[in-house]
Structure formats: C-alpha cells, structure tokens
C-alpha cells in the first residue's frame, strides 16, 4: 500500500492539483467488483460527461464484456484505463503499485514553444531569475518579456514585486505560461491579483453531487481581485498559452480573459476546468475523476481548452531565422 501512497503524492505534486480523498481498502481482487465500482464512482461524481460527449451507459456495455476472472493484472488495469481514456480528460488517472496512467493532453495540438528557441535569440546574458520567474526586457527595453513554467512554484510577494517594479514604466508585458502544466490554484489567484484592476466574477463552479446528469451541488464564484502593493493595469499585457497550459493555468488563463489590459495570444489551452478528487477501488488502486465543473459568467464551459483571442502559431520557417512567431506578434501588439 505504500507504493500506491508513494506513487499518488509523486503525481499530485507533478501535477499540481487538489488534495484527494480516500475511501476506505475493502480488500478484495475481484475484477468485476472493482471494475463496476470505478464505473459507479465515475457516473456518480465526473462532471464532463456532456461536454466530453460520453454516453457512460454504452461505455459499460462495450468494456464490461471484457471483465474476465482470470485476467493478469496488468491486463485488468489496462482494460481500466482504456474505459477512463473515452473522457479524455488530464485530470483522470489510475494509480496502482506498478503503473500511474494518464491522458496526456498536450499531445493534442502543436507545441507551439520552443525554449531553446527563445534563450538564444530574446534573453540577452543579462536576463534575470527572481524567484520562479525568469524575465528580461525587449524591443529597446520597451516590452518587458516573463516567463511563469509552473503554478506549482510558489510566488513570493517579494518575487512578483520585483518583476513588476522593473517593468513599471514599459509599454506592455509579455507574461509566458505557455507549456506550463498547472499547479496550485493559490498561485494562481496570487499571479491574477497583481494584474486586476477592480474585484470582478470570473467563473462559478459546481460540485458533481449524484448520478444524475444534472445533479450539482449549489454554486461557488470565484472573483479576480487586487492584491499586493500594487498591480500592473496601465500598461498592455499579452498572456501566451498554448495546448500545455492545462489545470490551473486554464483558470489563470480564463480569469485574465476578464480583465481590460489583457489580450490573450496563442493557441487553445489544454483545458483542466475540473477539479480532481477520488478514491481508492476495493483492490488498493488509487483514481481520480475531475468532480467539478466551471462556468464563466458569459455561459462558457472551457473544460476542452480556453480559446485565445487571438490565435498565433510558431511558424516552422521563422523557428529557422531564430524568431518565435508568438513573441514577434505580441511585441508587434504592445507596440502599436
């Protein structure tokens, strides 16, 4: 069992998601029990099925034919997976002692970021880290470029002050999340604050509460507010994402949609709108669904990916003359 703890806080702390729950071990291997409580427990509590398009019904009719008593685990954690892969959906995952399973959403679309790429031909010697951000200036240090990797780094007051104090006077700031994967959603609301202008709604969320398809716990709203010692609002701000933007980067994403000096740039993200919870299967194993859903305050449900407002792809032909297609557009837009 301690393989499986083991292995469920290494995802957790990789993925940068929510805490999960535990039901208690009942300690049996039979493979058709186990396997109709993952079905159960996933008709009960994930709240996608209608976006995601899934018919859990027909589902269960195409993969519990295939339950047999002698299957070899592996073969049973297997046929597991391939159940939970028809909702597509990052924030799913099955853990045991010998595999952690996942859909890995950001093989879906174009990379759309090349590191090296940008090291070598926008980050002079001189580029500065302070604390999880790594930043320097542009176009005659008129733009100021910053690139967050990963909402699980935390973000001191100290850091994102600094950040911002040194590109107080330019004309626009380019903050690149592109390919970061998520994290904490208290990074998050800490990142979003230093950019709001005012308190504003910037989605509700719901809690999948019973088997019915409509059943949703009352709903929760989340506000952009400002924090800090002060915030970043007269300048124009270009947020990059990209199909590796997943969890709470797509919240950081949707919530930056909602203020005035933000233009997003780039592709779709990952999606991640949901938050993952789970339990444990009457064999030990270890699952995780996404339990909730997320609304914003136009109607939009951006589980699937958060569009940008303005789409920009790399292009192959400026990767080879060293320039970043995206970087060159949102210069270009601050500029202007």
Not at 72 to 88: A, I, N, S, T
Not at 313 to 324: C, E, F, P, W
């Amino acid at each position: 069992m301690n393989k499986i703890i083991y292995g469920l806080i290494a995802l957790f702390v990789v993925s940068g998601c929510q805490k999960i729950i535990l039901d208690e071990d009942q300690a049996t291997g039979d493979k058709a029990e186990n396997f109709d409580y993952l079905w159960q427990q996933c008709r009960d509590r994930y709240a996608f099925f209608d976006i995601k398009n899934v018919d859990w019904d027909e589902v269960y009719a195409e993969y519990r034919p295939q339950v047999r008593p002698d299957m070899g685990e592996v073969e049973f954690f297997d046929l597991c997976f391939d159940m939970l892969l028809e909702l597509r959906d990052g924030h799913v995952n099955l853990i045991s002692p010998f595999n952690v399973a996942k859909y890995e959403f950001e093989l879906t679309g174009a990379e759309n970021y090349n590191r090296r790429l940008i090291r070598d031909n926008y980050l002079s010697d001189k580029h500065m880290i302070t604390g999880p951000f790594l930043h320097d200036t542009l176009a005659n240090q008129q733009v100021g470029y910053v690139r967050y990797a990963s909402f699980s780094n935390n973000i001191a007051a100290f850091d994102i002050d600094f950040v911002l104090q040194r590109f107080k006077n330019t004309k626009g700031i380019i903050l690149d999340v592109r390919s970061n994967p998520g994290g904490s959603i208290g990074n998050m609301f800490t990142l979003l604050s230093r950019f709001a202008d005012e308190k504003r709604e910037i989605y509700s969320s719901q809690i999948k509460s019973g088997p019915g398809p409509n059943q949703f716990s009352e709903v929760q709203t989340a506000y952009a507010t400002p924090g800090g010692s002060f915030q970043y609002t007269d300048g124009k701000v270009v947020l990059l994402v990209n199909r590796g933007c997943y969890s709470a980067t797509s919240f950081f994403t949707v919530g930056m949609r909602a203020l005035p000096q933000v233009l997003v740039m780039g592709d779709t993200t990952g999606g991640g709108l949901g938050a993952p919870n789970g339990g444990q299967l009457p064999n030990g194993w270890l699952y995780r669904l996404s339990v909730t859903r997320t609304i914003t305050p136009e109607g939009d449900n951006f589980e699937n990916g958060v569009p940008p407002d303005v789409y920009v792809a790399l292009d192959s032909v400026d990767i080879v003359s060293g320039r970043d297609t995206m970087i060159e557009a949102a210069v270009d837009y601050i500029l202007d």
